[in-house]
């Protein structure tokens, strides 16, 4: 009986199977999705950037944020496409949310809020990409880690560098203390 009713779902799992893009939830097919949506937030976030800031330093950041994300982008393409891993075209939910608070923000208070958000994606990009080099299989993936894992770390110091600037341009002013003879 047992026998007879796994030769009856054997194909319907097998038929299930291909439905799956192959190499997809490999390391390194997750790790091109994961990578593909980070790209897409940092140049949709910078876009938002390019429209809200007024701060030449925060825009000449989301300008370079947007030159450099789109080329890595289209190096996970092609990379993706060789191995036929799907990559998301839109963002997920929760980075969608995040573009969204911040097409409403405008001033000092987008300049520090754009900025917390390019720290903190660069900094789980780091972790991303730091972990395809120790745990990724495909040598083509792997290599691409390797090679802009430097790039995404300096991205990641800039990010901490203006957002240290831009919220010490956005601290109270300490009271006056009062003069005593």
């Not at 370079?64 to 990379?79: D, F, P, R």
């Not at 991205?155 to 003069?179: G, R, V, W």
């Amino acid at each position: 009986m047992h026998r007879r009713s796994a030769l009856v779902l054997l194909p319907l799992a097998l038929g299930s199977c291909t439905l799956m893009a192959p190499n997809a939830a490999t390391v390194d097919g997750l790790f091109l999705q994961s990578v593909t949506g980070s790209n897409l937030f940092e140049i949709q976030s910078s876009q938002v950037a390019l429209n809200r800031s007024t701060n030449a330093q925060v825009r000449a950041f989301a300008q370079q944020m947007i030159g450099e994300h789109t080329a890595a982008q289209a190096q996970v393409t092609a990379l993706a496409s060789a191995r036929g891993v799907p990559l998301p075209k839109m963002l997920p939910p929760e980075l969608q949310l995040k573009v969204n608070t911040l097409n409403t923000l405008s001033g000092s208070a987008f300049d520090v809020a754009y900025l917390r958000e390019q720290v903190l994606g660069h900094q789980f990009t780091v972790s991303l990409f730091q972990n395809e080099q120790t745990a990724g299989r495909d040598a083509g993936v792997v290599a691409f880690a390797t090679q802009n894992l430097p790039l995404i770390e300096r991205h990641f110091q800039e990010a901490q560098t203006l957002l240290a600037t831009a919220q010490s341009q956005t601290a109270p002013a300490a009271p006056a203390t009062p003069n005593t003879p």
